[in-house]
């Protein structure tokens, strides 16, 4: 631990900035279950209104979360004490409330590190040929995924399972460790030096194959009845409001507003940077790629399942059980299935490193550990916590998820628009504007995304998970 002041840690650059918040925002939703969504609702029927949602998130919720880390050069717990101090002069239960956002990441990152195991280990079958090996034979490639990723009814029996076995005697403990080792070592060489450095070489790859893999997939006979799914539109569909529903919940969590990642990654940002510009370009570039991962995905699945592709699910099933099914059936399958679970990979850790750095920031900032320190903790707790859960995986998310993101974005949104001053929250967007933010902003944000916070809470419990 170290008591000493130094200077805080942060981003060099607008894109190093830009391209740590897209790693941040491209995640599993993008590539699971943004395309399983846009297939089942029919194209362009989904796509208009998740549109809209990422206009209307971007314009508030998104800017809302990187000025209020910037303004307080801190995490959830500083910032929003900084919102309590300014209204009452007490700062204590506004540090109470982050406290929240902080546990909700920490939670996220656990279970998503068992998912990165996954990833990493299928990663390595995809280069060694050892996927490609599993042919289309669907029972076996369903009993790979079944082994590397066992289920237990409720956590207890999860516990019970993997002390029974050792903790590594089932599941995939082993590559879980590995990839939250190399994410914790991109977290340990710092803001500038880890995290920004390995977005700038993470991001640009994943946009460029998977933009190869859409090219490629375009060529295959039957590609075609892919982009009709992709390019339909049902003015009758837009009436149904279960529409709506999920193109909003899709458009919130994909953009990572959660009062966390994004709070933090603000903090380190410039008082000279543009947020509304960033704000877009995170928007922008986040639904490029889940438009991306759409073009190689739904086409391909085409192209191998026919009208098959009606029967497939979101969800991790997706992509480590039909799509290794559909890359082993297609000419040159096994480089496309190595080149999908690179892009994978990269989106996988960029993730992880946003929702760990949380946290992470929590012990500097609050008890003072030095960064190598911090991050060897957080890795700690993550490690044994994510290996005792692996059976338990999907409902652990599906609590974080449905309850605690939501929340933790309805009360950063609070925090921002109901208890800091109207002028402080404009002057925390406008600094370092090229113009003033419009007078749509304020209202915007306080009168329809912070209520929409709060919808995605209720639907998300009502729905089992918009998102």
């Given at each position: 631990m170290s008591n000493e002041t130094t200077t805080r840690d942060g981003f060099r650059s607008k894109w190093g900035f830009i391209l740590a918040c897209i790693g941040s925002a491209v995640g599993m939703g993008n590539i699971w279950r943004f395309p399983i969504m846009v297939q089942k609702y029919g194209g362009l029927t989904f796509l208009l209104p998740y549109f809209i949602f990422v206009v209307l998130i971007a314009s508030s919720g998104v800017m809302e979360e990187f000025a209020l880390g910037r303004r307080a050069s801190a995490g959830p717990v500083g910032a929003f004490g900084m919102c309590t101090e300014e209204r009452t002069g007490k700062k204590k239960s506004?540090?109470?409330?982050?406290?929240?956002?902080?546990?909700?990441?920490?939670m996220l990152a656990i279970g998503y590190t068992v998912v990165l195991g996954w990833i990493f280990k299928y990663t390595f079958m995809s280069i060694s040929g050892g996927l490609f090996g599993l042919g289309t034979d669907m029972n076996a490639i369903g009993g790979a995924f079944g082994a590397t990723a066992p289920e237990a009814e409720h956590l207890g029996?999860?516990?019970?399972?993997?002390?029974?076995?050792?903790?590594?005697?089932?599941?995939?403990?082993?590559?879980?460790?590995?990839?939250?080792?190399?994410?914790?070592?991109?977290?340990?060489?710092?803001?500038?030096?880890?995290?920004?450095?390995?977005n700038k070489i993470m991001m640009p790859i994943l946009f460029f194959l998977f933009l190869g893999l859409g090219i490629y997939i375009a060529t295959l006979p039957g590609s075609s009845e892919g982009y009709k799914y992709i390019f339909t539109l049902s003015p009758k569909g837009l009436l149904n409001p279960e529409v709506w529903v999920f193109a909003?919940?899709?458009?919130?969590?994909?953009?990572?507003?959660?009062?966390?990642?994004?709070?933090?990654?603000?903090?380190?940002?410039g008082k000279k940077e543009d947020i509304p510009n960033s704000a877009r370009n995170v928007a922008i570039f986040d639904t490029l790629a889940a438009l991306l991962a759409a073009f190689v995905i739904i086409p391909a699945m085409a192209s191998v399942l026919g009208a098959g592709i009606s029967?497939?699910?979101?969800?991790?099933?997706?992509?480590?059980?039909?799509?290794?099914?559909?890359?082993?059936?297609m000419p040159g399958g096994r480089i496309i299935g190595m080149i999908f679970f690179i892009c994978v990979l990269f989106a996988g850790v960029s993730s992880i490193v946003n929702l760990y750095e949380a946290p992470v920031a929590f012990l500097q900032e609050k008890l003072k550990f030095n960064r190598v320190a911090a991050v060897g903790g957080i890795g700690i707790i993550g490690a044994i916590v994510s290996l005792c859960i692996q059976p338990w995986t999907s409902q652990w998310m599906d609590v974080v998820s449905i309850y605690i993101c939501p929340l933790g974005a309805m009360l950063a949104g609070i925090m921002f628009f109901w208890v800091l001053k109207k002028e402080s929250a404009l002057g925390a967007v406008n600094e370092g504007a090229k113009k003033p933010i419009g007078s749509w902003f304020y209202p915007l944000g306080k009168f329809i995304y912070v209520p929409l916070a709060l919808i995605a809470l209720i639907a998300g419990a009502i729905y089992g998970g918009i998102g």
């Amino acid at each position: 631990m170290s008591n000493e002041t130094t200077t805080r840690d942060g981003f060099r650059s607008k894109w190093g900035f830009i391209l740590a918040c897209i790693g941040s925002a491209v995640g599993m939703g993008n590539i699971w279950r943004f395309p399983i969504m846009v297939q089942k609702y029919g194209g362009l029927t989904f796509l208009l209104p998740y549109f809209i949602f990422v206009v209307l998130i971007a314009s508030s919720g998104v800017m809302e979360e990187f000025a209020l880390g910037r303004r307080a050069s801190a995490g959830p717990v500083g910032a929003f004490g900084m919102c309590t101090e300014e209204r009452t002069g007490k700062k204590k239960s506004g540090e109470i409330i982050g406290a929240l956002p902080i546990i909700g990441a920490l939670m996220l990152a656990i279970g998503y590190t068992v998912v990165l195991g996954w990833i990493f280990k299928y990663t390595f079958m995809s280069i060694s040929g050892g996927l490609f090996g599993l042919g289309t034979d669907m029972n076996a490639i369903g009993g790979a995924f079944g082994a590397t990723a066992p289920e237990a009814e409720h956590l207890g029996e999860a516990i019970g399972m993997m002390a029974s076995n050792g903790f590594f005697g089932i599941g995939n403990g082993v590559w879980q460790l590995i990839g939250l080792v190399a994410s914790l070592v991109i977290m340990a060489l710092g803001v500038a030096g880890g995290i920004e450095k390995a977005n700038k070489i993470m991001m640009p790859i994943l946009f460029f194959l998977f933009l190869g893999l859409g090219i490629y997939i375009a060529t295959l006979p039957g590609s075609s009845e892919g982009y009709k799914y992709i390019f339909t539109l049902s003015p009758k569909g837009l009436l149904n409001p279960e529409v709506w529903v999920f193109a909003f919940g899709q458009a919130f969590f994909s953009l990572s507003v959660a009062g966390n990642g994004s709070v933090i990654y603000g903090s380190y940002l410039g008082k000279k940077e543009d947020i509304p510009n960033s704000a877009r370009n995170v928007a922008i570039f986040d639904t490029l790629a889940a438009l991306l991962a759409a073009f190689v995905i739904i086409p391909a699945m085409a192209s191998v399942l026919g009208a098959g592709i009606s029967e497939v699910k979101g969800g991790p099933g997706l992509m480590f059980v039909y799509l290794v099914n559909v890359f082993n059936a297609m000419p040159g399958g096994r480089i496309i299935g190595m080149i999908f679970f690179i892009c994978v990979l990269f989106a996988g850790v960029s993730s992880i490193v946003n929702l760990y750095e949380a946290p992470v920031a929590f012990l500097q900032e609050k008890l003072k550990f030095n960064r190598v320190a911090a991050v060897g903790g957080i890795g700690i707790i993550g490690a044994i916590v994510s290996l005792c859960i692996q059976p338990w995986t999907s409902q652990w998310m599906d609590v974080v998820s449905i309850y605690i993101c939501p929340l933790g974005a309805m009360l950063a949104g609070i925090m921002f628009f109901w208890v800091l001053k109207k002028e402080s929250a404009l002057g925390a967007v406008n600094e370092g504007a090229k113009k003033p933010i419009g007078s749509w902003f304020y209202p915007l944000g306080k009168f329809i995304y912070v209520p929409l916070a709060l919808i995605a809470l209720i639907a998300g419990a009502i729905y089992g998970g918009i998102g």
